[in-house]
């Protein structure tokens, strides 16, 4: 990534530029000296290569602070256009067509300078033109340009004066008109830049929250079951009902709070969409890439959603915790049962490993043995699927 100064940039370009224009002009020299004409006198050839002293500037300034290269480079452009005219001096003056490049100095300072700078720059170049015009050494008889400069009226002096200024005029306000745009361009850019970080960076406290908040409901989940399983239990004393109870209750609600739209228990009946639909919401801001679908060919009332949800949830962060990407979910309407299948590509785990996570699985089994379904997992290498099936009548 290039990170020098922009004005530095175009420093560095010029040299090109003023290297080119060096190069071509002597060619032509060359060429017409060829075809017979006379030869340029020793000054006109020392100001062609005067034209190489802004680069020889640059050269030795590159390396200053940024805010210097913005001066250096409206000196470097001042001197192309003073230095050019002495130039068209001895090729004619403003009756060589040549003397039009001054207009490339006062265009290149008003798409890089500041206003000011660039109308400084376009005096320069108009008072070049108009002295080339007025005070030139004349070319030699043999010359080229010698007919152009004789033949030519006063009146056409005075129109091409006028479309050397309107040029100029017109390519000094394009120059700054583009350099506003190119700087609003650039905020903009740099505002797309700061505000794609700001939310980068959202996301990424989003993920954290959203992976601590996990971290946090599926061990509640899991102590809700385990205390809901007891309390449904006749083996549990009767001196600890009340502290099962109490447990309960307290991560219940700690749950609860964790979870984005459950302010409201679920009534005692919910059809099965709805019920997904909200597992789709709770599982989104735990896991915001884990992609949750669902496809019903029935759509039934259960009873206990709250028991459903959980454990839905519980498979859910199973899942997640394998490192799944995709939660399939799917209900099929079979003769007097319901098949519920919830599937996951979970790769974190090998099959052996996943059959190792142990606790979780046993009290959602034991929950819905409670309700009057049935659990059978299948851990394969590339899918983990939890049938679940239950009877019609279970259904409300």
């Known amino acids: 990534m290039d990170n020098r100064p922009p004005?530095?940039?175009?420093?560095?370009?010029?040299i090109w530029l003023r290297s080119l224009l060096v190069l071509i002009i002597t060619l032509a020299l060359m060429v017409l000296q060829s075809q017979g004409h006379s030869g340029y006198r020793l000054n006109e050839l020392g100001w062609l290569a005067a034209l190489l002293l802004p680069s020889l500037i640059t050269l030795?300034?590159?390396r200053v602070g940024r805010q210097r290269h913005a001066p250096l480079l409206t000196l470097e452009l001042a001197l192309?256009?003073?230095?050019?005219?002495?130039?068209?001096?001895?090729?004619g003056g403003a009756g060589n067509p040549l003397s039009f490049y001054l207009l490339v100095p006062a265009l290149l300072a008003s798409l890089t300078l500041p206003l000011r700078s660039g109308m400084l720059v376009a005096a320069l170049a108009l008072g070049g033109y108009m002295v080339s015009m007025s005070w030139y050494q004349m070319p030699a008889m043999d010359s080229p340009l010698h007919a152009l400069s004789h033949q030519l009226s006063g009146l056409h002096g005075v129109g091409m004066a006028a479309v050397f200024i309107a040029l100029l005029v017109m390519l000094t306000l394009l120059g700054q008109v583009i350099q506003r745009?190119?700087?609003?361009?650039?905020?903009?850019?740099e505002q797309a830049i700061d505000l794609a970080g700001r939310r980068e960076h959202m996301y990424q406290i989003a993920a954290t929250l959203a992976d601590q908040a996990h971290e946090l409901n599926t061990p509640l989940g899991t102590l809700v079951m385990l205390a809901d399983n007891l309390l449904h239990s006749p083996q549990l004393p009767g001196a600890l009902r009340d502290e099962v109870t109490q447990m309960e209750h307290l991560a219940r609600n700690v749950a609860r709070r964790l979870k984005q739209g459950d302010d409201t228990p679920l009534p005692e009946s919910l059809p099965f969409s709805e019920l997904l639909t909200r597992l789709q919401q709770h599982l989104r801001h735990l896991a915001p890439t884990l992609s949750v679908t669902?496809?019903?060919?029935?759509n039934p009332n259960v009873a206990n959603p709250e028991g459903w949800f959980r454990v839905l949830c519980n498979l859910g962060y199973n899942a997640m915790d394998a490192g799944a990407s995709r939660l399939a979910i799917t209900l099929h309407d079979r003769d007097q049962s319901y098949r519920l299948q919830v599937s996951d590509d979970g790769p974190a785990h090998a099959?052996?490993?996943?059959?190792?996570?142990?606790?979780?699985?046993?009290?959602?089994?034991?929950t819905l043995e409670?309700?009057?379904a049935q659990l059978e997992m299948e851990l394969g290498p590339r899918w983990t699927q939890a049938r679940i099936d239950w009877?019609?009548?279970l259904a409300r």
């Open 7 to 14: 004005l530095l940039n175009w420093r560095l370009r010029l």
């Open 60 to 62: 030795l300034s590159h």
């Open 80 to 91: 192309d256009t003073i230095l050019f005219t002495g130039l068209i001096q001895g090729f």
């Open 181 to 189: 745009l190119m700087r609003q361009q650039q905020r903009q850019q």
């Open 294 to 298: 669902h496809q019903l060919d029935t």
């Open 351 to 366: 099959p052996s490993e996943r059959e190792g996570m142990g606790i979780g699985l046993t009290l959602v089994s034991t």
């Open 370 to 372: 409670q309700m009057g």
């Open 391 to 393: 009877p019609r009548e």
